[in-house]
């Protein structure tokens, strides 16, 4: 092989990497997957909120109808479409023996629409822990640098800038947060100092559902030359969400939860005006756009999706894909609707139960489709295993910062006869 042509195949290979697999085309052109066909048996006659049928959403999950499932903030089912995506794309590419990687754009399409921004800036990754390590190793951060967090935040959220202190001596700053909501702002702007350069948080705390003002807080740390990291693990999926408009640096988040996406999704987003000033931590395939093994030079790809690097699970992000349209089909506001209905029925029954201490806030601009609570003189997280064994409804106990109570999550499958259920058990607990 000439160099011209070892060059001209290396690239090839390691660039594109659709048709050779050490140097053996595994796929011609006429023999390729070039889509799948994703056309959904879901459509629903109406997405006027008031004329939704609920019944029948619910009908597309496959868990049993007698299932009382409160806990999508820890893991969404996926309804049918999603699972016959994934199922359809499994075996279609099994018989072509194809990676599909190429079917992945749309995907990023339908993403980016979702979330008002742009597809370079969106990456289709494996959770939002990931995502969020993605960003902490990115920023690369130096001894002495401090980032803050707070106590609500899940471990996913904060281990990736633990690990940070642990390796690099970065110094992570660990604040409380008001859980009425309103001082948040306040208090993440006080603990900011000169040597900060990155204040990582949650959209809504995984804790309590508490609402934090991105936009507010992204616009102050732009101001201070600080990164703005979100953890939108709790949020995407459950109300619209506006990157543009948030114009955030960073925004990770799970596809597995409130979008009903399939396990092992997730996604990233990178601020377009970081994709050339930092470099990716890792490398490979589909992450460059001029690959030369034998120069040594490399440049990455102006997109976000250089975070693709590799063989990936296209089956997994094409279903995440049709879990947008799912949720498109309903409307994500009716989405957002019908979650807050549900929690402002339970909030309002729960309020005449004596005993109970709600721990989150009410406004809409602080909360959305998840509450927390506590019976006062109970152990909470042994009440949440009694409500599960003794009543069959999953729920959530809240062991992080030291709560000692229990999260209620309000998706499009819940109905208003369950939350009648949850109460009618939290009465009987209360009077015994
Ligand atoms: C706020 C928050 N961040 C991160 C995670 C971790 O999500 P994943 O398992 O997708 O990494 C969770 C999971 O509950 C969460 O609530």
Excluded at 2 to 25: D, E, H, M, N, W
């Amino acid at each position: 092989m000439s160099k011209a042509t070892r060059r001209s195949f290396l690239q090839k290979s390691i660039l594109g990497g659709l048709f050779y697999t050490v140097g053996i085309p595994i796929l011609q052109a006429n023999n390729s997957l070039e889509s799948v066909n994703l056309d959904s048996e879901f459509k629903l006659e109406n997405s006027n909120y008031d004329k939704i049928d609920w019944k029948k959403i619910r009908a597309q999950f496959l868990f049993p109808k007698n299932r009382q499932y409160l806990n999508t903030a820890s893991l969404g089912p996926s309804p049918r479409m999603v699972i016959d995506t994934v199922c359809k794309t499994i075996e279609e590419l099994e018989t072509t023996c194809s990676h599909g990687h190429h079917l992945t754009g749309k995907t990023h399409t339908q993403i980016a629409k979702f979330l008002n921004t742009s597809e370079d800036e969106i990456a289709v990754i494996r959770n939002a822990t990931e995502g969020m390590n993605i960003i902490a190793r990115t920023l690369r951060l130096k001894a002495g640098d401090e980032v803050i967090i707070n106590t609500h935040e899940h471990v996913g959220g904060a281990a990736p800038w633990m690990a940070l202190q642990k390796d690099l001596g970065v110094i992570v700053k660990l604040i409380d947060l008001d859980l009425d909501g309103e001082k948040n702002l306040k208090i993440i702007k006080n603990a900011v100092t000169s040597k900060t350069k990155a204040i990582a948080f949650s959209h809504i705390t995984c804790t309590n559902g508490m609402k934090l003002p991105v936009k507010e807080i992204a616009a102050f740390c732009r101001n201070k030359n600080i990164y703005s990291c979100v953890d939108g693990a709790q949020a995407l999926g459950m109300f619209p969400i506006d990157l543009t408009d948030m114009d955030v640096d960073f925004y990770t988040s799970s596809g597995h939860k409130w979008l009903f996406g399939p396990k092992g999704t997730g996604v990233f987003y990178m601020n377009k005006k970081w994709i050339k000033k930092l470099n990716p931590v890792f490398a490979g395939a589909y992450s460059d756009s001029k690959f030369d093994l034998n120069n040594l030079t490399m440049e990455y790809r102006d997109s976000v999706q250089r975070e693709e690097y590799g063989t990936r699970n296209t089956a997994i992000s094409l279903g995440l894909r049709s879990a947008i349209e799912f949720i498109n089909t309903i409307g994500i506001e009716n989405v957002a609707k019908r979650g807050r209905e549900l929690s402002i029925y339970f909030r309002k029954g729960l309020s005449a139960i004596p005993g109970i201490e709600i721990l989150t806030p009410e406004s809409e601009e602080f909360s959305a489709s998840m509450l927390t609570f506590r019976i006062k003189s109970k152990d909470n997280l042994k009440l949440n295993q009694q409500i599960n064994s003794q009543y069959k409804i999953r729920l959530r106990g809240i062991y992080e910062n030291n709560l000692d109570a229990i999260r209620v999550s309000f998706a499009i499958f819940n109905t208003f006869k369950e939350i009648d259920n949850l109460l009618l058990a939290l009465k009987k607990i209360t009077t015994n």
